[in-house]
């Protein structure tokens, strides 16, 4: 599984971005791909996933800003930020996960199930 962010960035609070992974390698059946974050000083976190099956799922501090996508037909995903807070700022990794379908949508987001990383992409909200 090969999964390359790109479209981080420097914006200002309030601003929009769009993040992009590039994903190749991988089955999009019954799995799961997301979008998780990690701040200075602070432990990786979930923020948005997809299931093959169209579920999407928010970590509460992003719901209504932001809004993750798969497009099919180009294998990239995406997340689309909008209202963007300086406590956004973090490296934006993308994950995929084979087989997330097959656990309770409340534990999507938990790092510790996810298989496969990209490298990341900076994000940085200035106030």
């Known amino acids: 599984v090969q999964l390359v962010e790109s479209g981080g960035g420097l914006v200002q609070g309030g601003e929009s971005l769009t993040l992009s992974c590039a994903v190749s390698?991988?089955?999009?059946?019954?799995?799961?791909i997301g979008w998780f974050r990690q701040a200075p000083g602070k432990e990786r976190e979930g923020v948005a996933c997809?299931?093959?099956?169209?579920?999407?799922v928010y970590t509460d501090s992003v719901k209504g800003r932001f809004t993750i996508s798969f497009d099919n037909a180009k294998n990239i995903l995406y997340l689309q930020m909008n209202s963007l807070k300086p406590t956004d700022t973090a490296v934006y990794y993308c994950?995929?996960?084979?087989?997330?379908?097959?656990?309770?949508?409340?534990?999507?987001?938990?790092?510790?199930?996810?298989?496969?990383w990209g490298r990341g992409t900076q994000v940085t909200v200035s106030s």
């Open positions: 994950a995929a996960k084979p087989g997330l379908t097959y656990y309770a949508s409340t534990y999507f987001l938990n790092v510790n199930l996810w298989n496969d």
């Open positions: 390698g991988f089955t999009f059946d019954d799995a799961g």
């Open positions: 997809i299931t093959s099956e169209g579920t999407t």
